[in-house]
């Protein structure tokens, strides 16, 4: 999502402002349920990698600013900054916290490797013990990987080895598994 260029306060049918993100770090836009059930947009952006505390804090204050009394009840109804992992309506704000701590320090391959385990956190986080790094292809991990563990290759036999088969045999038979981020930006991971 890009933020558009004017950032100030968007009006909302109920004359409301709701603020904008105005930064690419992890956020989420928590509404109130009471207000939303009555036609009217009330919610607020709120920093995620300030952590749990603070984002019941602020999810606390934007209740009692809701134009309906005694609002109790919220929802995530938007996210942004979290690299393409998914959150849901109802993620807990421990969840929300942790997660943004997760891509802070991993960016986006820590939010494929989140995906990649079926949203579990923990799953994810334990993947990097077993991390053999960024290569150009799995084809150049294999060749590397044979350069430092195994025998020398004489030169003559050099361009008779199919690093690429090589490499594709190590992912289809389940030693390793890959995240692919970029052009030439291959994650290895050695599989548990």
């Known amino acids: 999502m890009t933020t558009p260029a004017n950032t100030a306060p968007l009006e909302t049918p109920a004359g409301r402002s709701c603020e904008t993100p105005q930064r690419d770090d992890c956020r989420i836009y928590v509404a109130c349920l009471a207000a939303y059930n009555n036609d009217i947009l009330h919610g607020r952006w709120i920093d995620a990698a300030s952590g749990e505390a603070h984002i019941w804090g602020e999810t606390r204050a934007m209740l009692a600013a809701s134009p309906i009394p005694n609002a109790e009840e919220w929802a995530i109804h938007d ?33 494929e490797l989140y995906s990649h385990f079926g949203d579990d956190l923990e799953a994810a986080r334990a993947a990097f013990e077993d991390y053999a790094g960024e290569h150009k292809s799995l084809a150049h991990f294999a060749e590397d990987l044979n350069l430092e563990c195994g025998p020398a290759i004489p030169k003559r036999y050099e361009y008779y080895i199919d690093w690429e088969a090589m490499g594709r045999d190590m992912e289809l038979s389940g030693d390793v598994f890959t995240i692919e981020t970029g052009f030439e930006e291959v994650h290895v991971f050695w599989s548990r």
């Open 79 to 111: 996210y942004e900054g979290f690299e393409g992992a998914s959150l849901e309506e109802y993620s807990s704000f421990e969840t929300v916290a942790a997660l943004s701590e997760f891509i802070g320090e991993h960016g986006r391959l820590g939010a």
